[in-house]
């Protein structure tokens, strides 16, 4: 069967055409508009390149450093790493046995004050000795009256943990299956020491 002509699509112009004078006035005017995404140069090489195409300026002599310039500036402490969800696998893992609970800390009974600082050196010594998964007991609180309060470390704890001092010791944390305390407890996962 003969292929029949014409059905192949034009070439296609490699010349750019020419813009009008109402072209070119809209793009001068949205280029007026627009403003770069990156605040600091791309490289020191364009930065260096402009320097070149300028007119040439009048070298000065460079000012005499003062021992205030040698002084190093500390640098900002970098701030922790966001807490981040147990996967469901492990979830399932460690509700059902298969993966082990390293350490657990009961929490029931302290002040607010000494459960803080119970569990800051609790997260410290599972961290140091290289555990990954621990158990934090807190308790479901008291039910009993009409004004009943669903428990103060219960509430405290994952507030606790979304802190900066905890950040660096915690990778997340959430709920225990009602096997290991259900409300009343939160599986943590411990962050490896670097």
Same mark, same amino acid.
């Given at each position: 069967?003969?292929?029949?002509?014409?059905?192949?699509?034009?070439?296609?112009?490699?010349? @750019? %055409?020419?813009?009008?004078?109402?072209?070119?006035?809209?793009?001068?005017?949205?280029?007026?508009?627009?403003?770069? +995404?990156?605040?600091?140069?791309?490289?020191?090489?364009?930065?260096?390149?402009?320097?070149?195409?300028?007119?040439?300026?009048? @070298?000065?002599?460079?000012?005499?450093?003062?021992?205030?310039?040698?002084?190093?500036?500390?640098?900002?402490?970098?701030?922790?790493?966001? +807490?981040?969800?147990?996967?469901?696998?492990?979830?399932?893992?460690?509700?059902?046995?298969?993966?082990?609970?390293?350490?657990?800390?009961? +929490?029931?009974?302290?002040?607010?004050?000494?459960? *803080?600082?119970? +569990? /800051?050196? !609790?997260? *410290?010594?599972?961290?140091?000795?290289?555990?990954? !998964?621990?158990?934090?007991?807190?308790?479901?609180?008291?039910?009993?009256?009409?004004?009943?309060? %669903?428990?103060?470390?219960?509430?405290?704890?994952?507030?606790?943990?979304? /802190?900066?001092? !905890?950040?660096? /010791?915690?990778?997340? !944390?959430?709920?225990?299956?009602?096997? *290991?305390?259900?409300?009343?407890?939160?599986?943590?996962?411990?962050?490896?020491?670097?």
């Amino acid at each position: 069967m003969k292929r029949p002509r014409n059905l192949d699509p034009p070439p296609v112009s490699r010349r @750019k %055409r020419a813009l009008s004078r109402e072209e070119v006035e809209l793009w001068e005017s949205v280029a007026k508009q627009a403003k770069p +995404l990156r605040k600091r140069p791309r490289s020191l090489k364009a930065s260096a390149e402009a320097l070149d195409e300028s007119p040439v300026a009048p @070298k000065l002599a460079p000012a005499p450093k003062s021992p205030a310039m040698h002084r190093k500036i500390p640098a900002a402490p970098p701030a922790p790493p966001p +807490l981040a969800p147990l996967g469901r696998r492990e979830r399932s893992q460690l509700s059902r046995g298969r993966k082990e609970i390293d350490a657990r800390l009961d +929490l029931h009974g302290m002040t607010q004050t000494k459960a *803080h600082r119970v +569990l /800051l050196s !609790f997260l *410290h010594h599972a961290q140091e000795n290289g555990m990954a !998964f621990v158990l934090i007991i807190t308790g479901k609180g008291r039910t009993v009256g009409p004004e009943s309060e %669903r428990g103060v470390l219960r509430r405290q704890v994952p507030h606790w943990l979304g /802190l900066p001092e !905890f950040r660096s /010791l915690v990778i997340g !944390f959430e709920e225990a299956h009602i096997g *290991h305390g259900g409300e009343g407890a939160l599986y943590v996962r411990v962050r490896r020491a670097r």
